[in-house]
Protein backbone atom coordinates (compact mmCIF):
# COMPACT_ATOMS: atom_id res chain seq x y z
CA UNK A 1 0.00 0.00 0.00
CA UNK A 2 2.47 2.50 0.68
CA UNK A 3 4.67 1.50 -1.87
CA UNK A 4 1.52 2.43 -4.25
CA UNK A 5 1.52 5.75 -2.53
CA UNK A 6 5.32 6.57 -2.69
CA UNK A 7 5.38 5.39 -6.26
CA UNK A 8 2.12 7.81 -6.69
CA UNK A 9 0.02 4.54 -7.80
CA UNK A 10 -3.15 3.82 -7.67
CA UNK A 11 -4.09 1.18 -4.86
CA UNK A 12 -7.35 -0.52 -6.23
CA UNK A 13 -7.29 -3.36 -3.42
CA UNK A 14 -7.08 -0.53 -0.49
CA UNK A 15 -9.54 1.35 -2.59
CA UNK A 16 -12.26 -2.27 -2.50
CA UNK A 17 -11.51 -2.97 0.97
CA UNK A 18 -11.97 1.14 2.10
CA UNK A 19 -15.52 0.43 0.21
CA UNK A 20 -16.15 -2.77 1.70
CA UNK A 21 -15.42 -1.59 4.86
CA UNK A 22 -17.65 1.98 5.01
CA UNK A 23 -20.75 0.20 3.09
CA UNK A 24 -20.73 -2.61 6.00
CA UNK A 25 -19.84 -5.24 4.07
CA UNK A 26 -18.33 -8.85 5.28
CA UNK A 27 -14.80 -9.54 5.45
CA UNK A 28 -12.67 -11.70 6.88
CA UNK A 29 -9.07 -10.98 7.53
CA UNK A 30 -6.10 -13.28 7.32
CA UNK A 31 -2.64 -13.36 8.12
CA UNK A 32 -0.74 -15.59 6.12
CA UNK A 33 2.21 -17.83 8.00
CA UNK A 34 3.88 -15.74 10.05
CA UNK A 35 2.38 -12.07 9.64
CA UNK A 36 1.52 -10.53 12.43
CA UNK A 37 -1.95 -8.13 13.16
CA UNK A 38 -1.28 -4.77 12.34
CA UNK A 39 -1.66 -1.89 15.14
CA UNK A 40 -4.25 0.37 14.90
CA UNK A 41 -2.08 3.02 14.32
CA UNK A 42 -0.75 1.75 11.36
CA UNK A 43 -3.81 1.76 8.87
CA UNK A 44 -5.92 4.62 7.60
CA UNK A 45 -8.88 5.71 9.79
CA UNK A 46 -11.26 4.03 6.97
CA UNK A 47 -9.19 0.65 6.93
CA UNK A 48 -9.36 0.49 11.17
CA UNK A 49 -13.08 -1.34 11.49
CA UNK A 50 -10.93 -4.53 9.73
CA UNK A 51 -9.06 -4.98 13.54
CA UNK A 52 -12.76 -5.19 15.04
CA UNK A 53 -13.25 -8.75 12.86
CA UNK A 54 -11.65 -12.37 13.74
CA UNK A 55 -8.82 -12.94 12.43
CA UNK A 56 -7.65 -16.02 10.15
CA UNK A 57 -4.74 -17.86 10.53
CA UNK A 58 -3.43 -19.19 7.32
CA UNK A 59 -0.69 -21.75 7.38
CA UNK A 60 0.70 -24.57 4.76
CA UNK A 61 0.44 -27.69 6.13
CA UNK A 62 -1.72 -30.48 6.51
CA UNK A 63 -4.32 -27.82 8.01
CA UNK A 64 -4.61 -25.74 4.85
CA UNK A 65 -7.36 -26.77 3.16
CA UNK A 66 -9.65 -27.54 6.00
CA UNK A 67 -8.52 -23.64 7.44
CA UNK A 68 -9.84 -22.57 3.88
CA UNK A 69 -12.53 -24.39 4.13
CA UNK A 70 -13.90 -23.30 7.67
CA UNK A 71 -12.94 -20.00 6.82
CA UNK A 72 -15.23 -20.07 3.76
CA UNK A 73 -18.07 -21.85 5.66
CA UNK A 74 -17.27 -18.81 8.32
CA UNK A 75 -18.28 -15.91 5.65
CA UNK A 76 -21.12 -18.21 4.32
CA UNK A 77 -22.99 -18.44 7.68
CA UNK A 78 -22.48 -14.31 8.57
CA UNK A 79 -23.77 -13.74 5.00
CA UNK A 80 -26.93 -15.71 5.43
CA UNK A 81 -27.18 -14.33 9.15
CA UNK A 82 -25.89 -10.51 7.63
CA UNK A 83 -29.08 -11.09 5.22
CA UNK A 84 -31.79 -12.25 7.82
CA UNK A 85 -31.37 -9.95 10.69
CA UNK A 86 -33.72 -12.04 11.99
CA UNK A 87 -34.42 -15.75 11.10
CA UNK A 88 -36.48 -15.65 7.74
CA UNK A 89 -38.74 -18.56 8.96
CA UNK A 90 -42.00 -18.81 10.93
CA UNK A 91 -40.98 -15.16 11.77
CA UNK A 92 -44.78 -14.67 13.07
CA UNK A 93 -45.86 -17.03 15.83
CA UNK A 94 -47.51 -20.14 14.82
CA UNK A 95 -50.58 -21.80 16.59
CA UNK A 96 -50.40 -25.39 16.31
CA UNK A 97 -53.31 -26.50 18.14
CA UNK A 98 -55.35 -25.69 21.03
CA UNK A 99 -53.45 -27.16 24.16
CA UNK A 100 -56.86 -27.76 25.90
CA UNK A 101 -57.98 -30.70 23.25
CA UNK A 102 -55.16 -32.79 22.14
CA UNK A 103 -57.21 -34.55 19.61
CA UNK A 104 -57.15 -31.18 17.59
CA UNK A 105 -53.39 -31.37 17.06
CA UNK A 106 -54.09 -29.89 13.39
CA UNK A 107 -52.58 -27.22 11.78
CA UNK A 108 -53.69 -25.81 8.21
CA UNK A 109 -56.95 -28.06 8.41
CA UNK A 110 -54.85 -31.66 8.68
CA UNK A 111 -55.32 -33.90 11.61
CA UNK A 112 -52.68 -35.39 13.15
CA UNK A 113 -51.91 -39.19 15.61
CA UNK A 114 -52.76 -38.31 18.90
CA UNK A 115 -52.99 -41.43 20.13
CA UNK A 116 -50.88 -42.43 23.26
CA UNK A 117 -51.13 -38.82 23.98
CA UNK A 118 -52.10 -38.03 27.07
CA UNK A 119 -52.02 -35.45 30.21
CA UNK A 120 -50.35 -36.55 33.13
CA UNK A 121 -51.96 -34.12 35.36
CA UNK A 122 -55.14 -31.34 34.90
CA UNK A 123 -54.17 -28.02 33.54
CA UNK A 124 -54.84 -25.37 36.51
CA UNK A 125 -57.40 -23.07 34.86
CA UNK A 126 -55.11 -19.83 35.05
CA UNK A 127 -52.61 -21.95 32.93
CA UNK A 128 -55.76 -22.70 30.21
CA UNK A 129 -54.41 -19.77 28.10
CA UNK A 130 -50.77 -20.02 28.57
CA UNK A 131 -50.06 -21.22 24.72
CA UNK A 132 -52.34 -17.78 23.42
CA UNK A 133 -50.25 -15.75 25.89
CA UNK A 134 -46.70 -17.02 24.60
CA UNK A 135 -48.08 -16.68 21.47
CA UNK A 136 -48.55 -12.86 21.94
CA UNK A 137 -45.39 -12.85 24.13
CA UNK A 138 -43.57 -13.98 20.67
CA UNK A 139 -45.01 -11.60 18.57
CA UNK A 140 -43.50 -8.82 20.64
CA UNK A 141 -40.21 -10.48 21.12
CA UNK A 142 -40.12 -11.26 24.57
CA UNK A 143 -39.33 -14.68 23.73
CA UNK A 144 -38.04 -15.79 27.45
CA UNK A 145 -41.41 -15.02 28.82
CA UNK A 146 -43.56 -17.33 25.94
CA UNK A 147 -40.30 -19.86 26.55
CA UNK A 148 -41.41 -19.79 30.06
CA UNK A 149 -45.28 -20.19 29.51
CA UNK A 150 -44.76 -23.33 27.06
CA UNK A 151 -42.19 -24.49 30.31
CA UNK A 152 -45.19 -24.25 32.80
CA UNK A 153 -47.41 -25.85 30.50
CA UNK A 154 -45.06 -28.80 30.08
CA UNK A 155 -44.99 -29.26 33.87
CA UNK A 156 -48.25 -30.36 33.86
CA UNK A 157 -48.35 -31.70 30.70
CA UNK A 158 -45.30 -33.40 29.30
CA UNK A 159 -46.56 -34.62 26.25
CA UNK A 160 -48.04 -31.70 25.03
CA UNK A 161 -47.18 -31.08 20.74
CA UNK A 162 -48.46 -27.37 20.91
CA UNK A 163 -46.24 -26.21 23.55
CA UNK A 164 -42.88 -28.03 22.46
CA UNK A 165 -43.66 -26.81 19.13
CA UNK A 166 -44.15 -23.52 20.33
CA UNK A 167 -41.64 -23.77 22.34
CA UNK A 168 -39.18 -24.39 19.65
CA UNK A 169 -40.21 -21.60 17.68
CA UNK A 170 -39.40 -19.40 20.36
CA UNK A 171 -36.26 -20.57 21.23
CA UNK A 172 -35.23 -20.53 16.99
CA UNK A 173 -36.29 -16.79 17.08
CA UNK A 174 -34.39 -16.20 20.04
CA UNK A 175 -31.33 -17.89 18.26
CA UNK A 176 -31.00 -20.94 20.79
CA UNK A 177 -30.94 -23.26 18.33
CA UNK A 178 -29.55 -25.98 20.07
CA UNK A 179 -32.36 -25.95 22.48
CA UNK A 180 -35.00 -25.63 19.65
CA UNK A 181 -33.37 -28.74 18.14
CA UNK A 182 -34.61 -30.74 21.50
CA UNK A 183 -37.59 -28.97 21.66
CA UNK A 184 -38.26 -29.89 17.71
CA UNK A 185 -37.34 -32.96 17.99
CA UNK A 186 -40.20 -33.86 20.93
CA UNK A 187 -42.63 -31.65 18.78
CA UNK A 188 -42.25 -34.09 15.99
CA UNK A 189 -41.72 -37.31 18.00
CA UNK A 190 -45.59 -36.19 19.08
CA UNK A 191 -47.01 -35.06 15.84
CA UNK A 192 -44.28 -36.64 12.81
CA UNK A 193 -46.82 -35.55 10.33
CA UNK A 194 -46.94 -32.36 10.71
CA UNK A 195 -44.97 -29.95 8.10
CA UNK A 196 -44.55 -27.07 10.12
CA UNK A 197 -42.68 -29.06 12.59
CA UNK A 198 -41.13 -30.09 10.20
CA UNK A 199 -40.17 -26.87 8.62
CA UNK A 200 -38.89 -25.10 11.60
CA UNK A 201 -36.91 -28.27 12.49
CA UNK A 202 -35.40 -27.79 8.84
CA UNK A 203 -34.47 -24.22 9.43
CA UNK A 204 -33.06 -24.96 13.16
CA UNK A 205 -30.90 -27.72 11.23
CA UNK A 206 -29.26 -25.07 8.55
CA UNK A 207 -28.39 -22.61 11.27
CA UNK A 208 -26.80 -25.56 13.36
CA UNK A 209 -24.97 -26.23 9.89
CA UNK A 210 -26.33 -29.91 10.27
CA UNK A 211 -27.33 -29.31 6.26
CA UNK A 212 -28.10 -33.05 5.24
CA UNK A 213 -30.42 -33.32 8.05
CA UNK A 214 -32.24 -29.76 7.04
CA UNK A 215 -32.89 -30.86 3.29
CA UNK A 216 -34.87 -34.21 4.98
CA UNK A 217 -36.81 -32.15 6.86
CA UNK A 218 -37.49 -29.71 4.15
CA UNK A 219 -38.22 -32.40 1.70
CA UNK A 220 -40.57 -34.02 4.32
CA UNK A 221 -42.48 -30.76 4.66
CA UNK A 222 -42.80 -30.24 1.55
CA UNK A 223 -44.51 -33.86 0.73
CA UNK A 224 -46.77 -33.43 3.68
CA UNK A 225 -48.56 -29.78 1.73
CA UNK A 226 -46.45 -27.09 4.05
CA UNK A 227 -48.14 -23.89 3.50
CA UNK A 228 -44.83 -21.82 3.37
CA UNK A 229 -43.57 -23.22 0.13
CA UNK A 230 -41.35 -20.42 -0.49
CA UNK A 231 -39.46 -20.45 2.44
CA UNK A 232 -39.56 -24.29 2.73
CA UNK A 233 -37.58 -24.24 -0.76
CA UNK A 234 -35.75 -21.26 0.33
CA UNK A 235 -34.12 -23.27 2.94
CA UNK A 236 -33.61 -25.95 1.45
CA UNK A 237 -31.97 -24.38 -1.61
CA UNK A 238 -29.69 -23.00 0.85
CA UNK A 239 -28.85 -26.10 2.69
CA UNK A 240 -27.96 -27.80 -0.97
CA UNK A 241 -25.66 -25.29 -1.99
CA UNK A 242 -23.72 -25.43 1.22
CA UNK A 243 -23.45 -29.46 0.40
CA UNK A 244 -22.12 -28.15 -3.15
CA UNK A 245 -25.46 -29.34 -4.54
CA UNK A 246 -25.32 -26.05 -7.12
CA UNK A 247 -28.20 -27.46 -9.67
CA UNK A 248 -30.38 -28.47 -6.73
CA UNK A 249 -29.50 -25.38 -4.64
CA UNK A 250 -30.84 -23.22 -7.96
CA UNK A 251 -33.59 -25.55 -8.72
CA UNK A 252 -35.29 -25.12 -5.23
CA UNK A 253 -34.42 -20.91 -5.48
CA UNK A 254 -36.50 -21.28 -8.57
CA UNK A 255 -39.51 -23.06 -6.53
CA UNK A 256 -39.70 -20.75 -4.20
CA UNK A 257 -40.13 -17.79 -6.44
CA UNK A 258 -42.86 -20.02 -8.34
CA UNK A 259 -44.39 -19.76 -4.94
CA UNK A 260 -43.70 -15.79 -4.39
CA UNK A 261 -42.10 -13.83 -7.26
CA UNK A 262 -41.36 -11.12 -5.02
CA UNK A 263 -39.01 -13.27 -2.81
CA UNK A 264 -36.21 -11.18 -2.78
CA UNK A 265 -33.72 -13.54 -0.91
CA UNK A 266 -34.29 -16.42 -3.30
CA UNK A 267 -33.52 -13.77 -6.47
CA UNK A 268 -30.35 -12.73 -4.54
CA UNK A 269 -28.85 -15.78 -3.87
CA UNK A 270 -29.94 -17.76 -7.44
CA UNK A 271 -27.98 -14.18 -8.43
CA UNK A 272 -24.72 -14.93 -6.63
CA UNK A 273 -24.74 -18.16 -7.77
CA UNK A 274 -25.32 -17.67 -11.34
CA UNK A 275 -22.37 -14.38 -10.99
CA UNK A 276 -19.56 -16.77 -9.09
CA UNK A 277 -20.23 -19.50 -12.27
CA UNK A 278 -19.98 -16.61 -14.70
CA UNK A 279 -23.39 -16.84 -15.58
CA UNK A 280 -23.51 -12.82 -16.14
CA UNK A 281 -26.51 -12.72 -18.32
CA UNK A 282 -28.94 -14.74 -15.68
CA UNK A 283 -27.47 -12.76 -12.80
CA UNK A 284 -27.97 -9.72 -14.16
CA UNK A 285 -31.73 -10.77 -14.70
CA UNK A 286 -31.90 -11.51 -11.15
CA UNK A 287 -30.39 -8.56 -10.36
CA UNK A 288 -32.81 -6.39 -12.23
CA UNK A 289 -35.78 -8.15 -10.99
CA UNK A 290 -34.16 -7.19 -7.24
CA UNK A 291 -34.11 -3.25 -8.50
CA UNK A 292 -37.75 -3.52 -9.86
CA UNK A 293 -39.18 -4.83 -6.82
CA UNK A 294 -37.17 -2.82 -4.51
CA UNK A 295 -35.26 0.30 -5.62
CA UNK A 296 -33.68 1.05 -2.53
CA UNK A 297 -31.90 -2.79 -2.67
CA UNK A 298 -28.18 -1.06 -3.33
CA UNK A 299 -26.22 -4.22 -3.31
CA UNK A 300 -28.19 -5.29 -6.36
CA UNK A 301 -26.69 -2.67 -8.10
CA UNK A 302 -23.70 -2.97 -6.86
CA UNK A 303 -23.32 -6.53 -7.97
CA UNK A 304 -24.80 -5.81 -11.56
CA UNK A 305 -22.33 -2.70 -11.82
CA UNK A 306 -19.34 -5.50 -10.69
CA UNK A 307 -19.62 -7.73 -13.49
CA UNK A 308 -19.54 -4.66 -15.74
CA UNK A 309 -16.63 -3.85 -13.91
CA UNK A 310 -15.26 -7.18 -14.43
CA UNK A 311 -15.66 -7.02 -18.05
CA UNK A 312 -14.01 -3.56 -18.21
CA UNK A 313 -17.63 -2.16 -19.74
CA UNK A 314 -17.09 0.72 -18.08
CA UNK A 315 -19.64 3.23 -19.61
CA UNK A 316 -22.56 0.29 -18.70
CA UNK A 317 -20.79 0.28 -15.09
CA UNK A 318 -21.42 3.63 -14.93
CA UNK A 319 -25.19 3.28 -16.46
CA UNK A 320 -25.66 0.86 -12.96
CA UNK A 321 -24.02 3.33 -10.78
CA UNK A 322 -26.09 6.09 -12.48
CA UNK A 323 -29.12 4.52 -11.48
CA UNK A 324 -28.14 3.29 -8.01
CA UNK A 325 -27.90 7.30 -6.98
CA UNK A 326 -30.89 7.61 -9.29
CA UNK A 327 -33.20 6.05 -6.65
CA UNK A 328 -30.82 6.23 -3.50
CA UNK A 329 -29.09 9.71 -3.92
CA UNK A 330 -27.88 9.60 -0.16
CA UNK A 331 -25.77 6.67 -0.48
CA UNK A 332 -22.03 8.35 -0.76
CA UNK A 333 -20.50 4.78 -1.99
CA UNK A 334 -22.37 4.94 -4.78
CA UNK A 335 -21.01 8.97 -5.71
CA UNK A 336 -17.55 7.21 -4.62
CA UNK A 337 -18.03 3.50 -6.98
CA UNK A 338 -18.88 5.95 -9.78
CA UNK A 339 -16.64 8.31 -9.43
CA UNK A 340 -13.78 4.90 -9.69
CA UNK A 341 -15.71 3.93 -13.07
CA UNK A 342 -15.32 7.09 -14.69
CA UNK A 343 -11.87 7.92 -13.56
CA UNK A 344 -11.14 4.03 -15.82
CA UNK A 345 -12.93 6.06 -18.78
CA UNK A 346 -10.41 9.13 -18.03
CA UNK A 347 -13.84 11.04 -17.44
CA UNK A 348 -11.69 13.40 -14.72
CA UNK A 349 -14.15 16.10 -14.26
CA UNK A 350 -17.44 13.82 -14.20
CA UNK A 351 -15.62 11.78 -11.40
CA UNK A 352 -14.50 14.82 -9.11
CA UNK A 353 -17.99 16.15 -9.12
CA UNK A 354 -18.91 12.56 -7.70
CA UNK A 355 -16.52 12.85 -5.19
CA UNK A 356 -17.42 15.99 -4.00
CA UNK A 357 -20.73 14.83 -3.18
CA UNK A 358 -19.08 11.44 -1.31
CA UNK A 359 -17.20 14.82 0.70
CA UNK A 360 -20.94 16.28 1.26
CA UNK A 361 -22.09 12.69 2.25
CA UNK A 362 -19.84 11.23 4.32
CA UNK A 363 -17.65 13.83 6.32
CA UNK A 364 -16.93 11.21 8.53
CA UNK A 365 -14.47 10.07 5.67
CA UNK A 366 -14.20 13.29 4.10
CA UNK A 367 -9.86 12.77 4.19
CA UNK A 368 -10.23 10.39 2.81
CA UNK A 369 -11.92 11.27 -0.01
CA UNK A 370 -10.23 14.71 -0.41
CA UNK A 371 -7.13 12.60 -0.94
CA UNK A 372 -9.20 10.85 -3.76
CA UNK A 373 -10.06 14.11 -5.38
CA UNK A 374 -6.52 15.30 -5.09
CA UNK A 375 -5.01 12.25 -6.71
CA UNK A 376 -8.14 12.86 -9.53
CA UNK A 377 -7.38 16.73 -9.94
CA UNK A 378 -3.55 15.68 -10.42
CA UNK A 379 -4.53 12.91 -13.03
CA UNK A 380 -5.95 15.91 -15.15
CA UNK A 381 -3.01 18.58 -14.24
CA UNK A 382 -4.77 20.34 -11.85
CA UNK A 383 -1.79 20.56 -9.37
CA UNK A 384 -2.94 23.57 -7.86
CA UNK A 385 -6.22 22.32 -6.90
CA UNK A 386 -4.83 18.66 -6.00
CA UNK A 387 -2.54 20.49 -4.04
CA UNK A 388 -5.68 22.41 -1.97
CA UNK A 389 -7.06 19.09 -1.94
CA UNK A 390 -4.23 17.11 -0.29
CA UNK A 391 -3.33 19.63 2.57
CA UNK A 392 -7.11 19.85 3.20
CA UNK A 393 -6.96 15.49 4.10
CA UNK A 394 -3.42 16.20 6.18
CA UNK A 395 -5.29 18.59 7.85
CA UNK A 396 -8.29 16.75 8.85
CA UNK A 397 -6.68 13.31 8.90
CA UNK A 398 -5.59 12.29 12.58
CA UNK A 399 -3.89 9.26 11.76
CA UNK A 400 -0.36 8.99 11.50
CA UNK A 401 0.19 6.02 8.77
CA UNK A 402 -2.10 7.73 6.62
CA UNK A 403 -0.72 11.55 7.29
CA UNK A 404 2.15 9.52 5.79
CA UNK A 405 0.72 8.31 2.10
CA UNK A 406 -0.76 11.63 2.04
CA UNK A 407 2.71 13.67 2.39
CA UNK A 408 4.15 11.50 -0.38
CA UNK A 409 1.79 12.12 -2.67
CA UNK A 410 1.42 15.72 -2.19
CA UNK A 411 5.60 15.62 -1.70
CA UNK A 412 5.49 13.71 -5.40
CA UNK A 413 3.63 16.84 -7.33
CA UNK A 414 5.63 19.33 -5.41
CA UNK A 415 8.85 17.45 -6.92
CA UNK A 416 7.59 17.38 -10.36
CA UNK A 417 6.73 20.93 -10.04
CA UNK A 418 10.67 21.94 -9.07
CA UNK A 419 9.18 23.32 -6.01
CA UNK A 420 12.14 21.82 -4.03
CA UNK A 421 11.31 23.40 -0.39
CA UNK A 422 7.91 22.57 -0.14
CA UNK A 423 8.59 19.02 -1.01
CA UNK A 424 11.47 18.73 1.58
CA UNK A 425 8.93 19.89 4.32
CA UNK A 426 6.47 17.17 3.68
CA UNK A 427 9.12 14.46 3.75
CA UNK A 428 10.39 16.33 7.16
CA UNK A 429 7.03 15.69 8.53
CA UNK A 430 7.41 11.97 7.51
CA UNK A 431 10.37 11.79 8.97
CA UNK A 432 9.03 13.57 12.68
CA UNK A 433 6.22 11.65 12.80
CA UNK A 434 6.69 9.10 15.44
CA UNK A 435 7.01 5.22 14.44
CA UNK A 436 7.42 6.19 11.07
CA UNK A 437 9.62 3.55 10.66
CA UNK A 438 10.94 2.49 7.22
CA UNK A 439 9.19 5.56 5.57
CA UNK A 440 11.23 8.00 8.41
CA UNK A 441 14.10 6.86 6.70
CA UNK A 442 13.16 6.76 2.77
CA UNK A 443 11.92 10.73 3.61
CA UNK A 444 15.51 11.25 4.98
CA UNK A 445 17.13 9.89 1.97
CA UNK A 446 14.84 11.99 -0.51
CA UNK A 447 15.37 15.09 1.44
CA UNK A 448 18.88 14.78 0.89
CA UNK A 449 18.70 14.02 -2.91
CA UNK A 450 16.53 17.13 -3.14
CA UNK A 451 18.79 18.86 -1.11
CA UNK A 452 21.36 18.58 -3.48
CA UNK A 453 19.22 19.41 -6.67
CA UNK A 454 18.67 22.71 -4.84
CA UNK A 455 21.89 23.47 -4.29
Known amino acids: MREKAANFQEDFVRIEVATAVSMGKILAPICIKDAKIPPTSSLPPDLRPLLEHNIAYLDSGRDFLDTIQNLVEAVETEFSRKNNDSPPLLSQPVNFGDINNLADLSLLGRQYPTSGIKKLSPLPQNVDNLINSGLEKVSRGDFDGAIEDYSLVLQYDSRNFNAYANMANAQYRKGDYSEALVSSNEAIHLSPENDSAHFLRGAINYYLNNYKEAIVDCTQAIRLGSSQLDRVYYIRANSRFKVKDIEGAIADYTEALEYDRYFLDALWERGEIYRRDDNFDLAIADYDQIIEINPEYVHAYIRKADIYCHKENWDEAIAVYTELVGSNPQFAEGFG ?51 KDYSTAIRLCTDDDYLIEIYIERAKIYEELRRCDEAIEDLTAISNLPNSGMEGRIALGKIEELGKKID
Open 337 to 387: LRSYAYEMVRKYDEAIIDCTRAIQLDPENAASHYRYRGLLRAKKDDTNGAI
